[in-house]
């Protein structure tokens, strides 16, 4: 009993960590629409928009201690117009009025050109960020 409770425990903190994931990850170029940096009293804030699967999709969330499955970062200096990658599952892109919260921006990724794209997708077949 002690073992099936410890197997239990495992695969439920497995599972809860496993979910900020996005499952059949694909990547594309998203351009910040707006971004609200945090404070002690406002949680940060990201609205961005990218290009999926001839789709021209949108999210917006906050930062995950605010209910949001993502974090926004809250001391970088990003402005409107900057790009960084964007995960989302193809599988679910754009499925209500070109609004997805089936994508998240990632920070650590910043896109300059096309070199960069390229450059982070061949490193995510290896190395997917977490």
Not at 11 to 22: A, G, R
Not at 82 to 94: A, T
Not at 104 to 122: A, E, H
């Amino acid at each position: 009993m002690k073992i099936f409770f410890c197997l239990l425990t495992f695969l439920s903190l497995f599972c809860s960590c496993k979910k900020y994931n996005i499952d059949n990850a694909q990547y594309a170029i998203g351009v910040v629409y707006e971004y609200q940096g945090g404070n002690q009293h406002n949680s940060a804030l990201i609205n961005y928009t990218f290009v999926a699967n001839n789709c021209n999709c949108r999210n917006q969330y906050t930062n995950k201690e605010y209910g949001s499955k993502w974090e926004v970062p809250s001391v970088y200096s990003i402005t409107k117009g900057n790009m960084f990658m964007v995960q989302y599952n193809p599988n679910n892109i754009c499925s209500t009025q070109g609004f997805d919260d089936n994508s998240r921006m990632l920070f650590d990724y910043p896109v300059k050109d096309s070199s960069d794209y390229v450059k982070y997708v061949n490193q995510f077949k290896t190395n997917p960020p977490q």
